[in-house]
């Protein structure tokens, strides 16, 4: 099993649609949690950090289940330009902030 | 600016030449880090660093080298590059640690022939 998956998609959503993403990960020790966006053979950029009580950035919601160990990111009201590919990203050791693990991402198409 | 800065953008080579990929931040950053991206891979850790002189091994670390000798560089080696370390490889820094916000360089797409 990987130690953090995600849907590869690719979602195709119209302008304007409300789409979620989920990303679960094997290590429950782990600390940190993070969205980071990459367009097309770019570099990542950090999207969001994700906080235990889930918190908003705008059209941007991201949320942490602990329990059942998976992490969600909510886009609403797409636009054009959010098409990319969003990587689900996790501290997965406890105490140390010295390696993230990376999933393989989540392709969102936003169409016209 | 800000930035990461990796050079080349483009590299084409061949097996058992050496070459180096060269990384720099003008953010005095201590966490500078590699990564390879491979398709439905997602990006791994290759080699990273949380200070000057002080390096370690990442998840896929066989066939690479790093340095840190300065703050701001952190090149990665391929002393003897071989075809399945034809990737897109990325390096990064961050303030303290992985942990934190990482600022990407602009990637590298390397093919070994």
Redesign the interface.
Known sequence: RKE?EQD?GPFNVPEGATVAFNCTYSNSAS??FFW?RQDC??????LM?VYSSGNEDGRFTAQLNRASQYISLLIRDSKLSDSATY?CVV?PFEGS????T????TQLTVLP | EAQVTQNPRYLITVTGKKLTVTCSQNMNHE?MSW?RQDP??????IY?S?NVEVT?K??VPEGYKVSRKEKRNFPLILESPSPNQTS?Y?CASSL???????F????T?LSVL
């Open positions: 953090v590869p600390q940190s980071y053979r770019k570099e990542p950029k950090l950090s990587l501290n902030a010295r390696q993230l990376f999933g393989s991402g | 966490y990564y439905g891979l997602g990006l791994r850790q990273y949380m370690d990442g998840d897109l990325f303290y640690g992985a942990g934190e916000k990482l990407f360089g602009s990637g797409q």
